[in-house]
């Protein structure tokens, strides 16, 4: 019977304080290796995505909600911003910018937002590449992300009709005309690439001018219906302020205002060719943001760049890596009060493994004796006794990797839907290396004491007291 | 295969006890007898370095056991003593079996599932091989105590009051098991008691004062 064996079945034989030291002890491994994962995910994703872009311009608000809204495609955009204000950002001789891609916000389809980009978007900035089809080129053409394709099971050639606002609540449903159409779909690129459905920003217009002129046909002289349409926009933004303006509201007011059916739309759905025409030709058109890629980082105007516009415009630039930054170190209370709380939980659960050896010891006092008539050493019972400690440990490991993985797969559902990622519940980090050190070290620690005593068990002593 | 000389051993309150001179020669059976506070737990626990005296020197098959280091003398124990106690003691997770082949192993011998076996049956309590050891009754739960002492067939058998505990028939049941299996085995056998039910059982008697 080697000691091992002999160890496990001592500690078998009692089950329910074994149970409640491992789940004490799994709970805290399993919280600690929980938030390791969560963190280096998030991390990792968050950096993926910064994709090299250096500043975003867009309309004023918080920097961090637009930064949340355009890179990652969580938070609501703060508003528009007209192409006219922008214009100089956009061309391809600025000293400064080596690349500027707009971005136009306001639909999703199954809860998967509908971009309004430049082909740059996937080839420059995410290094995306098409598995199948092609990238969008007409009006109303549209290539999804891997994952939009996985999830919505939509094949090239399908239709589908846009939903207003990032919910799929089956209200703001756009009906008109034959919708969207699939004419690709990309490679993954474990980035926010990968969650989004891709069209061109005439499309995006297209889509609410065309709504805003059905919407209007009928009800031209009812300016109800136009303001609901704005208490659409108001409910969707959630209660953010920045959010109530957003999205083509100005043209929207021009357009019935001034009860100004205007006709260039028209002229985009005929017109439309295979090449778009730039938007610096759109100047009373609205894009949400513009991701700008510098020339030089570290040049004296480059720096300067982001605080001349917000001083001097009506726009909003930020640095992703900034606000990034601020927001981790925001989070970072949260998850340093939750990293405290586990090493809490562990290390009374390492005192309830001593608890637990300790006062098995005492049941066990006459045991020790007669396993040292049977020829047991003192170092043996020393041994014996570090090795239940160090089961408890490996055990409640064993138990809190179990838990961690387990509570991340389940997560991960959610985490998608909150964070437009993947999150995987089965990748290992070498952080859980570490943490099996620390709990071996606790349980080894636990053991020390009522080792030691196994080791002074005086035979003769223990065998003649009852 | 077991001898004393002028064994002395002083308790902490200072009181001293001196034991007679013993020698018991290879398969002889005796009988240490004597009224409680006679020492004679004290006496069965330094014949079978359990203990240290003072004074004196224990001889087991011509190895002193006082100049064995600790570990040495734990080893010599598991391998050439067999103790069976007044209480049974055992290592409660484990069965009746298990409880054997831990004292095979920690005595640095491998595991003999069939020597467990052979001598569980011997000892009419093959059947009990998978039971826990207190589930047993006092009378088999000193039979496996006889069959741990027993296990690895050491040179001396030492009991320490092993039937104070039991009835009549029990007690002679045993006794006969003892006497014959040390005959089996070849094994000195020395029980200490003041049950003078075992006098008849025994030529061999010391008798402590």
């Given at each position: 019977m080697n000691p091992l064996t002999l160890s496990w079945k001592n500690q078998k034989d009692r089950p329910l304080q074994m149970l409640l030291t491992l789940l004490l002890f799994g709970l805290g491994v399993g919280l600690i290796a929980l938030l390791i994962s969560l963190n280096t995910q998030l991390d990792e994703k968050f950096k993926n995505n910064?994709?090299?872009?250096d500043l975003v311009i867009g309309a004023k608000g918080s920097p961090l909600q637009m930064i949340l809204s355009s890179m990652y495609h969580i938070d609501a955009p703060t508003g528009n911003i007209s192409i006219n204000e922008v214009k100089p950002f956009l061309?391809?001789?600025?000293?400064?910018?080596?690349l500027a891609v707009p971005l136009s916000l306001g639909d999703s389809y199954k809860t998967f937002r509908i971009i309004g980009t430049t082909h740059e978007y996937v080839?420059?900035?995410?290094?995306g590449t098409v598995a199948s089809g092609k990238r969008w080129e007409d009006l109303y053409e549209v290539t999804i992300g891997a994952n939009v394709a996985n999830k919505t099971?939509?094949?090239?050639g399908d239709q589908f009709h846009s939903s207003h606002g990032?919910?799929?609540?089956?209200?703001?449903?756009?009906?008109?005309?034959?919708?969207f159409k699939v004419v690709g779909i990309l490679n993954k690129t474990n980035t926010v690439l990968d969650q989004l459905i891709l069209t061109n920003t005439q499309s995006v217009w297209a889509v609410h001018d065309h709504e805003a002129e059905e919407k209007q046909a009928?009800?031209?002289?009812?300016a109800a219906d136009d303001h609901d349409h704005d208490q659409d926009h108001a409910s969707e933004a959630a209660g953010q302020e920045d959010h109530a303006?957003?999205?083509?509201s100005g043209h929207d007011h021009a357009d019935h205002e001034g009860h100004d059916h205007d006709t260039h739309d028209h002229a985009d759905h005929q017109a439309a060719g295979p090449v778009m025409k730039p938007?610096?030709?759109?100047?009373d058109k609205d894009i949400t943001t513009l991701l700008i890629l510098y020339?030089?980082?570290?040049?004296y105007q480059t720096l300067s760049m982001p605080r001349n516009i917000n001083e001097n415009t009506d726009l909003q630039a930020a640095s992703p890596a900034i606000e990034m930054n601020r927001l981790f170190s925001m989070m970072g209370v949260g998850t340093d009060a939750l990293r405290n709380l586990a090493l809490i939980i562990v290390i009374v659960s390492g005192l309830s493994i001593f608890i637990s050896l300790f006062s098995s010891l005492k049941d066990r006092k006459y045991e020790l004796a007669l396993m040292r008539v049977m020829g047991a050493s003192r170092s043996y019972l020393f041994f014996l006794i570090i090795l239940e400690g160090l089961l408890f440990a490996i055990l409640g490991y064993l138990l809190g990797l179990l838990l961690s993985h387990g509570g991340m797969a389940l997560l991960s559902g959610y985490l998608e839907e909150a964070y437009q990622y993947e999150f995987s519940g089965w990748r290992f980090f070498k952080e859980e290396l570490w943490l099996l050190g620390g709990s071996l070290g606790i349980g080894f620690v636990a053991a020390l004491i009522p080792a030691f005593q196994a080791y002074r068990t005086d035979i003769s002593e223990t065998l003649t007291t009852y | 295969m077991l001898r004393t000389q002028q064994l002395e051993y002083t308790y902490p309150g200072n009181k001293t006890i001196t034991f007679p001179d013993i020698q018991c020669e290879k398969g002889s059976q005796w009988l240490l007898l004597g009224q409680s506070g006679t020492g004679k737990t004290t006496l069965l626990h330094l014949l079978g370095g359990i203990r240290k005296p003072q004074k004196g020197k224990v001889y087991v098959a011509d190895q002193?056991?006082?100049?064995?280091?600790s570990t040495a003398l734990d080893q010599f124990r598991g391998k050439n003593i067999g103790i069976v106690f007044q209480q049974s003691y055992f290592?409660?997770?484990?069965?009746v079996g298990e409880n054997l082949q831990l004292a095979q192993t920690l005595a640095g011998h491998s595991a003999d599932s069939d020597r467990i076996k052979d001598l569980l049956s011997r000892l009419n309590i093959?059947?009990?091989?998978?039971?826990?050891?207190?589930?047993?009754?006092q009378g088999e739960q000193q039979r496996v105590a006889i069959a741990r002492a027993l296990v690895n067939s050491p040179g001396l058998i030492l009991a320490d009051e092993?039937?104070?505990?039991?009835d009549d028939e029990n007690c002679k049941e045993v006794i006969d098991l003892l006497e014959t299996q040390a005959k089996e085995e070849g094994a000195t056998l020395v029980i200490v008691t003041?049950?003078?039910?075992?006098?008849?059982?025994?030529?061999h008697k010391i008798i402590l004062q």
């Open positions: 910064l994709a090299g872009i061309n391809p001789k600025h000293p400064l910018i080596k080839d420059s900035i995410f290094r099971n939509l094949k090239i990032f919910t799929d609540d089956g209200i703001n449903t756009h009906d008109h005309g034959d919708g009928p009800a031209e002289a009812v303006g957003h999205d083509h938007l610096i030709e759109y100047p020339r030089n980082r570290t040049s | 002193e056991l006082n100049t064995l280091s290592v409660q997770a484990l069965t093959g059947n009990k091989i998978h039971d826990r050891t207190n589930r047993l009754s092993p039937t104070s505990a039991l003041h049950d003078s039910r075992l006098k008849a059982f025994f030529d």
